[in-house]
């Protein structure tokens, strides 16, 4: 046999069993199995650090249901006045968090920018970038259109409604809070 062959055939096995050798590691977060959550189905794990440093999740229960708002930035203005509007009537019977993801936007590469940007931009709820879409992709959130979310305080989908701010998406908004997460 070939010296040279018979080299490469032990730099193979040898390159073979250190691949074996070596730990397995964790899965990259966030875990690929994230599917749609019907509603009345238990929502997706989640653990969300807001810009004040609060963590969020719903893991290993909720104490008070939540309620999510979430949309692009070019919508801010709209979600701050959704963001007002459900803080002042819902702040005492539900946590109440404005979930950003940056994915597909000018801060898709720059997390501190998003991160000053909404500083600046001050709101009335508390924020988290989710920088990993775990809510986005347990909705399948379209972006582009504000989406309220509702949990249940035993971690279920209650609603995911999406309108722009108006009088009639308001009133919609507080029956499906109303008759869904508050029940």
Partial sequence: MNKYLIRALLLTLLCNFS?????LQ???????YIRKVPIGEPFTPFELTDL?????????YLKKPMIFITGSWALRHDLRKWAEHISFRYLLVADILWVFNPCGT??????????????????SVPIAIDEH?????GLRIDYDI???TGIDRYNRLAFSYESPINEAGKNELEALIRTRLLK
């Fill in 19 to 23: 691949l074996l050798a070596q730990p």
């Fill in 26 to 32: 964790e899965k990259p977060y966030p875990p690929v």
């Fill in 52 to 60: 004040d440093g609060k963590v969020w999740s719903n893991r290993p």
């Fill in 106 to 123: 000018e801060f898709a590469d720059h997390r501190k920018r998003a991160e000053n940007a909404f500083k600046q931009f001050k709101t």
């Fill in 133 to 137: 879409s775990l809510i986005g992709r």
């Fill in 146 to 148: 504000p989406t309220i």
